[in-house]
Every structure is written in C-alpha cells, then in structure tokens.
C-alpha cells in the first residue's frame, strides 16, 4: 500500500521581511509599555518606527490581497492605538465632543476601518477567489 504524496500551498516569508516584522513588534510593544507606564516622549517616539515598519510592511505585500488587507488592518489598528495613547496622555480622552462621545471614542473610526477591511476580503474577496495560491518570494 502506498501512500500518495498530498501538496499543499507553502507559504514561505523571506528572512529580510520577517526580521522587519520582528523589529516591529519590539517597537509596538516598547510603545505599548512605555503607555501602561506613562512614558509620554518614549511612546510618542515609538509610535513612528511602529507605523512605518506597518506600512513598509503592507506595501513590501501589496500583491497578495490576504496578506495586504491583514497588513493594512494592522495599520490602521496601531493608528487608533496610538491615538488612543495621546489621547490619554494629553488628558483629552475624556473630553465631550457632542453627547456620550468623548475624543477616545474616535479610535472606533480606524478600529471600525480595520474591521471593515477584513470583512471585505474574508466575506467579499476570498469567497470569489478560492483558487488563488498566494505565495510570497523576495
């Protein structure tokens, strides 16, 4: 009895985008500590290698429309994340613009933009395009 070989589609990330990706995520978590400990001109500062990496990051993958549309999502997340962090450290959070809704509350908007990003390509885009293999290469 032999046993048939099954492929699946690999997904392989080049060393040079995971090391950007891992770099990312010390500056994410560097800005989010120095918000719990509220170190203003650290998270501040940290917000723009965060921001900018999330950026390279989902142009370097602009091709691959799963990979683009979770990239972005992270974008726009620390986005309202960072907003959220000034906010608060300014003391403007919890300010009314107009009835319940203080400044905190508009970090729904990049938050909602996240959302609505992933529910293009998960309820839109993907259905329409099980077939496609998206693999990237450098």
Known sequence: ??????????????????????????????????????????????????????????????????????NVAITVWISANSYWMISEFFHFDTQVIMGNITYKHLALIPFVTGILILAYFYLYYQPRHKEETEVITE
């Open 1 to 70: 009895m032999s046993k048939q070989a099954t492929t699946s589609p690999v997904y392989s990330i080049p060393l040079s985008y995971r090391k950007m990706e891992n770099l990312h995520i010390v500056f994410w978590l560097l800005k989010d500590i120095s918000w719990c400990m509220i170190w203003k001109p650290l998270g501040v500062a940290m917000i723009f290698p965060t921001l900018i990496i999330s950026i390279v990051i989902a142009w370097r993958t602009r091709q691959f429309m799963s990979e683009l549309c979770h």
